[in-house]
């Protein structure tokens, strides 16, 4: 974890002029926050602890907890030389055999990322997940509609 506080020289050479999230422009640090993220990051094994308190009801699964964080946590978004955007988004496809908490991560993060999408049951097919088949409640006729993958990527909005 690499934080600079805004405002510095050195955070000036980096800044990119960019907005921050929700369009906004980026504040800077109040003195209190950049103690408490100081704090934070001098915490001993991090990471691990992070990954731990990920859906803290299911109890192993390190791998896929781990894979969770950096799916909260996201990557960097990037625009080649060419002007090409590249998605810094963080996909997890999590598969395994019944009974192994795969819902209950999905319903933890579900819970509180307001972009995400719950596809269980019959709506994960794979079908299901790109596109899905409805009848039209005012027309009745049959109706093409964006399945879970193209809701949360932004896709169909």
């Given at each position: 974890?690499?934080?600079?506080?805004?405002?510095?020289?050195?955070?000036?050479?980096?800044?990119?002029?960019?907005?921050?999230?929700?369009?906004?422009?980026?504040?800077?640090?109040?003195?209190?926050?950049?103690?408490?993220?100081?704090?934070?990051?001098?915490?001993?094994?991090?990471?691990?602890?992070?990954?731990?308190?990920?859906?803290?009801?299911?109890?192993?699964?390190?791998?896929?907890?781990?894979?969770?964080?950096?799916?909260?946590?996201?990557?960097?978004?990037?625009?080649?030389?060419?002007?090409?955007?590249?998605?810094?988004?963080?996909?997890?496809?999590?598969?395994?055999?019944?009974?192994?908490?795969?819902?209950?991560?999905?319903?933890?993060?579900?819970?509180?990322?307001?972009?995400?999408?719950?596809?269980?049951?019959?709506?994960?097919?794979?079908?299901?997940?790109?596109a899905t088949v409805c009848r039209d409640p005012d027309t009745g006729?049959?109706?093409?509609?964006?399945?879970?993958?193209?809701?949360?990527?932004?896709?169909?909005?």
């Amino acid at each position: 974890c690499h934080l600079r506080r805004r405002g510095t020289e050195a955070a000036e050479e980096d800044d990119d002029g960019g907005d921050a999230p929700g369009g906004g422009v980026p504040r800077p640090l109040s003195d209190a926050a950049a103690a408490e993220i100081a704090r934070i990051r001098a915490t001993p094994r991090l990471y691990d602890a992070l990954s731990a308190s990920i859906a803290p009801a299911v109890t192993g699964h390190a791998e896929v907890k781990r894979g969770v964080l950096l799916l909260l946590a996201g990557g960097v978004h990037k625009t080649t030389a060419e002007g090409m955007n590249l998605r810094g988004d963080i996909n997890v496809c999590v598969v395994g055999d019944p009974s192994t908490a795969k819902s209950q991560f999905l319903r933890y993060v579900h819970g509180f990322l307001p972009r995400s999408v719950y596809a269980g049951g019959r709506g994960a097919s794979a079908a299901g997940l790109t596109a899905t088949v409805c009848r039209d409640p005012d027309t009745g006729e049959m109706a093409v509609e964006a399945g879970a993958l193209m809701l949360a990527g932004n896709s169909a909005r």
